[in-house]
């Protein structure tokens, strides 16, 4: 396994600017989730690594070595994309046998059996080992692809967004299951989401991206307790945070535009009185969609509660996050 490390780098389709300086280290055998929407740069920061693209400037370094110059294959790293990329004239077996039949690899026949069942098991596919790739479901179809990269031993696992094509339950068993083997490995895995539940479950470190630029970076604890912005605070976080009028409660800190508030930062029972517009009963937890001052807002309460749709509920912030004009935090 590896560290990568990508240290000023800048990359242009056109006239669209992909990445704008980013400088992002990655540990030896880390779990980062690159957070942000369609178009913040995720995937190409993805592309960087795998050396399926190169920067305009800026430089990427795995293992300490510099990538300049050097072919996907020759950078010893496997990638998951988003939509399957599998053999179809091929089995299932084939499929994922095929990246250890390299004669870089030189795999004994032994290892690639022991290998690939193993894996197979894993994703719930051992009884798919002889169907035609074909022949699957897009889940599963998916799933051998994630399992043809897992077979492997790179220096780094690079996958986009490989989950997003499977059932809920699913993509939860997966996770537990993929963060158990990046553990048990010791890899060094880069994800690609926009699932925050991903980021939050998975991840050691997270990565958000806006418009090509690195946001924040660390744990999803600091990136959760400590955002440095409005758009940093909105991509972690379920429900998500609110982002209000600084002065909606009271008075505000010097130089603050917003106030934000987190489901567990709105103190219900005291204060200001605000209307319930809407309860979702989620089994273990309530949410309220509540109106303050003509400001929308929501918040979590007791699974059971008896509240609804007009009633009267009194909140207060408490240890909220205030953010200037231009979105930055204020401390």
């Known amino acids: 396994m590896a560290d990568v ?3 000023n780098v800048f990359k242009s389709y056109g006239a669209t ?13 880390a779990f980062v989730v690159l957070l942000g929407p369609t178009g913040a740069g995720k995937t190409t920061i993805l592309r960087m690594v795998a050396g399926l693209d190169v920067p305009d400037s800026g430089s990427v370094h795995i293992g300490g070595q510099p990538m300049q110059g050097f072919t996907p294959a020759q950078r010893n790293v496997a990638m998951v994309f988003q939509q399957y990329s599998l053999y179809p004239h091929l089995t299932v077996r084939e499929n994922m046998e095929f ?4 004669p870089l690899l030189k795999t004994p026949r032994a290892e690639i059996d022991r290998k690939v069942a193993e894996v197979a098991q894993t994703l719930q596919i051992a009884h798919k080992l002889d169907n035609k790739a074909t022949a699957l479901s897009g889940g599963e179809m ?6 043809r990269a897992l077979v ?20 939860a068993e997966l996770r537990v299951e993929m963060k158990s083997i990046q553990a048990n490995l010791g890899a060094t895995f880069l994800y690609v989401t926009h699932d925050q539940i991903e980021a939050m479950t998975m991840a050691t470190h997270v990565g958000v991206l806006d418009k090509g630029k690195l946001v924040q970076f660390g ?15 909105g991509r972690l976080g379920q429900p998500h945070s609110n982002s209000l009028p600084a002065d909606l409660f009271g008075p505000a800190p010097r130089g603050a535009a917003f106030i934000g508030l987190r489901p567990e930062q709105i103190r219900q029972g005291e204060g200001q009185d605000s209307s319930v517009k809407r309860v979702e009963h989620l089994g273990d937890q309530t949410r309220l969609h509540l109106s303050l001052h003509s400001h929308d807002l929501i918040t ?6 008896a509240l609804k749709s007009g009633d009267i509920v009194k909140i207060q912030p408490h240890n909220a996050f205030y953010f200037g004009a231009d979105g930055g935090r204020i401390v």
Request: proline share 9%; aromatic share 4%.
């Open 17 to 29: 600017a992909a990445l704008q300086d980013v400088s992002l280290t990655i540990p030896d055998g």
């Open 152 to 171: 492997r031993n790179p220096s780094v696992y690079l996958m986009d967004e490989p989950l997003s094509s499977l059932d809920a339950k699913l993509q």
């Open 300 to 305: 979590v309460t007791d699974a059971h509660t």
């Open 99 to 102: 990246p250890l039949k390299s």
């Open 142 to 147: 998916q799933r051998v692809s994630i399992g």
């Open 5 to 7: 490390l990508l240290q």
């Open 219 to 233: 744990t999803p604890r600091e990136i959760y307790e400590q955002p440095v912005s409005i758009y940093a605070a």
